[in-house]
Nanobody, 124 residues
Framework: QMQLVESGGGFLQTGGSLRLSCAASAVTFNAYTIAWFRQAPGKEREGISCIARSGGSTTYLDSVKGRFTISRDNAKNTVYLRMNSLKHEDTGVYYC?????????????????WGQGTQVTVSS
C-alpha cells in the first residue's frame, strides 16, 4: 500500500520560491508515476506536473512551465516540486498522487493514492 506525505508548503510573497516534497512509503516506489495537483478555494483540483516512474518523462500545466520543476529521487522515495517566481494564483493546497503506471497524466482520475496536502499561500 502506498502512503504519501507532502511537506514544504508555506506563506510567501509574490516572486518567491518554495520546494515541495512528497515522501512515499512503497517499497516499489520506482514503479509509480507521481503527480502534483493543486486545489484553490472554490475551484476543482488541477494537475500541475507529473513525472513518470523512470524519471525520464515529465509534463507540466502550461501556466507553470518555466517556473516549476519536478524531479524524483528513487533512492529516497521522494518527489520534489521546485516552484520559482510564484504568483498569487499559485495559491492553494498542493497534493501529490501516485499510480503504478508507465505514462504520465495530469488527470486526477488516473491516480489511486493521494497525500493529505500542504498549503501554499502567495500574497498578492
Amino acid at each position: 500500500q502506498m502512503q504519501l506525505v507532502e511537506s514544504g508548503g508555506g506563506f510567501l510573497q509574490t516572486g518567491g520560491s518554495l520546494r515541495l516534497s512528497c515522501a512515499a512509503s512503497a517499497v516499489t516506489f520506482n514503479a509509480y508515476t507521481i503527480a502534483w495537483f493543486r486545489q484553490a478555494p472554490g475551484k476543482e483540483r488541477e494537475g500541475i506536473s507529473c513525472i513518470a516512474r523512470s524519471g525520464g518523462s515529465t509534463t507540466y500545466l502550461d501556466s507553470v512551465k518555466g517556473r516549476f520543476t519536478i524531479s524524483r529521487d528513487n533512492a529516497k522515495n521522494t518527489v520534489y516540486l521546485r516552484m520559482n517566481s510564484l504568483k498569487h494564483e499559485d495559491t492553494g493546497v498542493y497534493y501529490c498522487a501516485a499510480q503504478p503506471m508507465v505514462y504520465c497524466s495530469l488527470s486526477p482520475r488516473s491516480y489511486s493514492f493521494w497525500g493529505q496536502g500542504t498549503q501554499v499561500t502567495v500574497s498578492s
